[in-house]
């Protein structure tokens, strides 16, 4: 069983619905992040939670320690948000990756 | 300010060969962190160096080694390169490493033939 699971493994939307991708872990962590990755490789930091709920624009992501899980929320999905979205939580002296959620958001 | 750069963007070598890739970090970060990333294995950590020092390691053999200059960049290097080690590689840099915003380079997509 792998330590950071995420779900679902890929998923369809239509502009403008409301999307949770979902993360769970098995290991102490200090942190969690959400990282975006579009084809052709480049990463992006989307959040840094150890504790709580954050917002960035149409982007929210919470984790609840007590219960190892994640998840991060797109509002208003935009074809633009169409990327693969990985978890990734620090562990002791590693980061440890999700395997992504490939996401793909219609016009 | 200037992000995250990896050199080359892309590299072709063959098996046997060693290769060096370069990352230079945001002005300012001195922990830099170097990834792996295939489709069978996703992505996964090699290792990650603060002021010169290799603070951690992840789970990959010998052939794999860094190293990070006095200005912060950093290069890794794969000796005897296998078919296997066909990837992209990707660094990261932060203030602090794992309890910070990561930055990441665009990688270096290495193919071994």
């Known amino acids: 069983k792998n330590e950071v699971e995420q779900s679902p493994q890929n998923l369809t939307a239509q502009e403008g619905e409301f999307i949770t991708i979902n993360c769970s872990y098995s290991?102490?962590?200090?942190?969690l992040h959400w990282l975006q990755q579009h084809p052709g490789g480049g990463i992006v930091s989307l959040f840094m939670?150890?504790?709580g709920k954050k917002k960035h624009g149409r982007l929210i992501a919470t984790i609840n320690i007590q219960e190892k899980h994640s998840s991060l929320h797109i509002t208003a999905s935009h074809p633009r948000d169409s990327a693969v979205y990985i978890c990734?939580?620090?562990?002791?002296?590693?980061?440890?990756f999700g395997t992504g959620t490939r996401l793909q958001v219609f016009p | 300010k200037a992000g995250v750069t990896q050199t080359p963007r892309y590299l072709i070598k063959t098996r046997g060969q060693q290769v060096t890739l370069s990352c230079s970090p945001i002005s300012g970060h001195r922990s830099v962190s170097w990834y792996q990333q295939t489709p069978g294995q996703g992505l996964q950590f090699l290792f990650e160096y603060f002021s010169e020092t290799q603070r951690n390691k992840g789970n990959f053999p010998g052939r794999f080694s860094g190293r990070q200059f006095s200005n912060s960049r950093s290069e890794m290097n794969v000796s005897t390169l296998e078919l296997g080690d066909s990837a992209l590689y990707l660094c990261a840099s932060n203030l602090e490493w794992g309890n910070t915003e990561a930055f990441f380079g665009q990688g270096t997509r290495l193919t071994v033939v």
């Open positions: 939670l150890s504790s």
């Open positions: 990734a939580v620090h562990n002791t002296d590693k980061l440890i």
């Open positions: 290991v102490g962590i200090s942190a």
